[in-house]
């Protein structure tokens, strides 16, 4: 409780002092596109008051070097591209390295839970393989859902909570990190002061990923797989339906879950709030299917199916008003490694 609190109060006085100082100077975003429906210049730098909330939180809790190397790393990777936009394929090669890095700091996927509930070690080369992909991959993940206002932010806050609650010691980086989101939660909910940024996304993203490879014998993987749903189902759906229909996987469009949902008529903070339940009750999902002491394989497929047949529904219905299929960004703007500003917030 402390450390949340801690981390509530660092993250809430930062963005109060961004906004107050520095907010209408730095990483604005312009309603300067079709796809975007923010009114007026809004700021993107609000992984700027994620970062001092987890740096502080990690210094106290004696964090891992090659956590605190990678976080850094791309939390400056992805606050740059905020305010300067950077080549979407040298932001990917950058996450590679960081992830290469991580695995040389001794930070890995060294292991993974078998469908028998215990574990199968990995060799050298396969782990270092998967690790920079489940790095890369949550990364971009987070980057990707961050496209309503608050929604992201919720299911940081959410989801790193219940990432807290398998981890060795406590989950003490983890809980600092959830109330960081709280804290700039009052800033981000719908009509959004401040956006979360490449920067906080980024932050988030790698965090997830590290954090879950602390978890004993490898089950934080189909863990924070079972616990991320939403975000894991949503970044899988983009790459398949562009595949599929001969596009560029790393461009942009306008057919995420949120713009289904809000096709429907709802309103974004309906939307954002209904997406976060969806969270939680993944991981209430992932939370059983871990103290069970299973493999939590069976978890994963049972909510990645449920979420998956809804995701096809929304998607294979008629196209509704307000969702463009050849609405798309430009490369510059818009990519897996950069940001999609295709709603009310920065990705």
């Known amino acids: 409780m402390i450390l949340f609190l801690l981390g509530c109060g660092i993250s809430a006085l930062c963005a109060w002092i961004l906004l107050r100082h520095v907010g209408s100077r730095w990483g604005i975003d312009l309603a300067d596109e079709p796809r975007k429906t923010h009114e007026g210049p809004t700021p993107r730098i609000g992984g700027l008051a994620i970062f001092p909330a987890w740096i502080t939180v990690g210094f106290l809790c004696g964090q891992p070097l090659a956590i605190a190397v990678g976080a850094t790393l791309l939390f400056l990777l992805g606050f740059g591209d905020d305010l300067v936009r950077l080549n979407s394929s040298r932001k990917l090669q950058a996450q590679v390295v960081v992830g290469v890095i991580t695995f040389a700091l001794g930070l890995r996927m060294a292991s993974l839970p078998s469908l028998s509930g215990g574990s199968m070690e990995l060799p050298w080369m396969i782990s270092l393989v998967l690790t920079v992909g489940w790095i890369v991959g949550w990364t971009n993940a987070m980057n990707l859902i961050d496209g309503l206002d608050g929604l992201a932010t919720g299911i940081i806050l959410i989801g790193m909570?219940?990432?807290?609650?398998?981890?060795?010691?406590?989950?003490?980086?983890?809980?600092?990190?959830?109330?960081?989101?709280?804290?700039?939660?009052?800033?981000?909910?719908?009509?959004?002061?401040?956006?979360?940024?490449?920067?906080?996304?980024?932050?988030?993203?790698?965090?997830?990923?590290?954090?879950?490879?602390?978890?004993?014998?490898?089950?934080?993987?189909?863990?924070?797989?079972?616990?991320?749903?939403?975000?894991?189902?949503?970044?899988?759906?983009?790459?398949?339906?562009?595949?599929?229909?001969?596009?560029?996987?790393?461009?942009?469009?306008?057919?995420?879950?949120?713009?289904?949902?809000?096709?429907?008529?709802?309103?974004?903070?309906?939307?954002?709030?209904?997406?976060?339940?969806?969270?939680?009750v993944a991981g209430a999902v992932a939370w059983v299917a871990f103290q069970n002491g299973g493999s939590g394989w069976k978890g994963l497929i049972g909510v990645l199916l449920a979420g998956g047949s809804g995701i096809w529904f929304l998607a294979t219905r008629p196209n509704p008003a307000g969702i463009d299929q050849n609405n798309s960004a430009s490369p510059a703007s818009s990519s897996v490694a950069g940001s999609e500003t295709v709603s009310s917030s920065s990705t």
């Open 161 to 280: 909570a219940f990432t807290a609650m398998i981890l060795p010691g406590g989950g003490g980086v983890a809980w600092g990190v959830a109330g960081a989101a709280a804290g700039f939660f009052w800033f981000n909910f719908p009509r959004a002061k401040m956006f979360l940024g490449d920067g906080g996304a980024y932050l988030a993203g790698y965090l997830f990923a590290v954090l879950s490879l602390t978890a004993p014998g490898g089950r934080g993987v189909p863990f924070l797989a079972t616990l991320l749903s939403v975000p894991l189902l949503d970044t899988a759906f983009a790459f398949l339906r562009r595949a599929w229909r001969g596009l560029p996987v790393m461009k942009g469009d306008a057919e995420h879950i949120h713009h289904h949902l809000r096709a429907f008529g709802w309103k974004s903070p309906v939307v954002a709030l209904v997406l976060h339940g969806a969270t939680a």
